[in-house]
């Protein structure tokens, strides 16, 4: 059973870089052909998906994001994180992670983190 668990202060300051760690058990995130997602909810708003990192380490942004997203990971310890630079009130949102699974045709975000929320705010 894979199992993720976001981590990260819950209150950033307007203008500042969030960053939040997904540790994953139960699988390794270099096991081939998973990738390893960022997601977040704004309140009120649909889920949007910020970024992945593939098991090779290759990266995949959001348009919308990319120049402030970054995704990298830590194999030693089997972690994934985010950063999202310039923050605005309009970043505040629950924020999750979790696992891209390959499927015939598509894919599918089979594993989540329980999701932890994060607050921008002066």
């Known amino acids: 059973q894979v199992q993720l668990q976001e981590s990260g202060p819950g209150l950033v300051k307007p203008s500042q870089t969030l960053s939040l760690s997904c540790t994953v058990s139960?699988?390794?995130?270099?096991?081939?052909?998973?990738?390893w997602s960022w997601i977040r909810q704004p309140p009120g708003k649909g889920l949007e998906c910020m970024g992945v990192?593939?098991?090779?380490?290759?990266?995949s942004y959001s348009p919308s994001l990319k120049s402030r997203t970054s995704i990298s990971r830590d194999t030693s310890k089997n972690q994934f994180s985010l950063q999202l630079s310039s923050v605005t009130p309009e970043d505040t949102a629950v924020y999750y992670c979790?696992?891209?699974?390959?499927?015939?045709?598509?894919?599918?975000?089979?594993?989540w983190g329980q999701g932890t929320q994060v607050t921008v705010s002066s």
């Open positions: 990192i593939a098991y090779d380490g290759s990266t």
């Open positions: 979790a696992r891209v699974a390959p499927r015939v045709g598509t894919y599918e975000y089979d594993y």
């Open positions: 139960g699988g390794s995130i270099t096991t081939s052909y998973y990738a």
